[in-house]
């Protein structure tokens, strides 16, 4: 079945560095991809997305590439800030069928000042 | 942009209770609805696919008469906790698809969290 691996956290970094959470992930034919990120006591929030390879998403300064080949989908940032900290989660669409997600475990992001 | 609402935010239940929680879509008809539950520090686990105007499909291991779903019009979908346990204690969120969306894209819900005493 599908499955998105994800780096394990937290990752702690701090303000202005650079950001780069792993994701790869295993299913049939063309699944559409996503970054969700979860605020302290919130709920999800779709960050970025692609649908189609070599598609770059890109929101609030982050970016992800879809990358068919390598089956990975990283989540980068060039300098984040203490606003950032959250716990993000890859996850995948199928092409067809219910289009159910398949999360990863997410990652935990910590931003020191 | 599109919104789901869920209620309750947070409810508290004493064990053997039927807790009902509910997710609307606010501004969208949504064919699907997702129901979702997650574990303190964990990831979202799929619980089962709501379908209006038909059965919802369950996955493996959930079980279907424990939590009750019901998808009655484009826009509200139920999950009823039955009997609920401790162990049902968790955070239950919902997302929804656009039906007039061509995209795969769901909206999710702020959740709600589950307490069994």
């Known amino acids: 079945g599908d499955s998105v691996t994800q780096m394990e956290g937290p990752v702690t970094l701090s303000e202005e560095a650079f950001l780069t959470i792993n994701c790869t992930y295993t299913?049939?034919?063309?699944?559409?991809l996503f970054w969700y990120v979860q605020y302290p006591g919130e709920g999800l929030q779709l960050l970025l997305k692609?649908?189609?390879?070599?598609d770059k998403g890109s929101n609030k300064g982050f970016e992800a590439t879809y990358r068919k080949e390598t089956t990975s989908f990283h989540l980068e940032k060039g300098s984040v800030q203490v606003s950032d900290s959250a716990v993000y989660f890859c996850?995948?669409?199928?092409?067809?069928?219910?289009?159910?997600?398949?999360f990863g475990s997410g990652t935990r992001l910590q931003v020191q000042p | 942009g599109a919104v789901v609402s869920q209620h309750p935010s947070w409810v508290i239940c004493k064990s053997g209770t039927s807790v009902k929680i509910e997710c609307r879509s606010l501004?969208?008809?949504?064919?699907?609805m997702f129901w979702y539950r997650q574990f303190p520090k964990q990831s979202l686990m799929l619980m089962a696919t709501?379908?209006?105007?038909?059965?919802?499909?369950?996955e493996q291991g959930v079980e279907k008469d424990k939590f009750l779903i019901n998808h009655a019009s484009l826009t509200l979908s139920t999950l009823t906790v039955t009997s609920a346990h401790p162990e049902d204690s968790s955070f239950y969120i919902c997302?929804?698809?656009?039906?007039?969306?061509?995209?795969?894209?769901?909206?999710f819900g702020p959740g709600t969290r589950l307490t069994v005493t």
């Open positions: 299913a049939t034919g063309y699944p559409s």
């Open positions: 692609a649908t189609k390879a070599d």
């Open positions: 501004d969208f008809q949504a064919t699907t």
């Open positions: 996850a995948l669409s199928p092409s067809t069928g219910r289009r159910a997600l398949t």
């Open positions: 997302s929804a698809r656009d039906s007039g969306g061509a995209g795969s894209e769901q909206y």
């Open positions: 709501s379908n209006e105007g038909s059965k919802a499909t369950y």
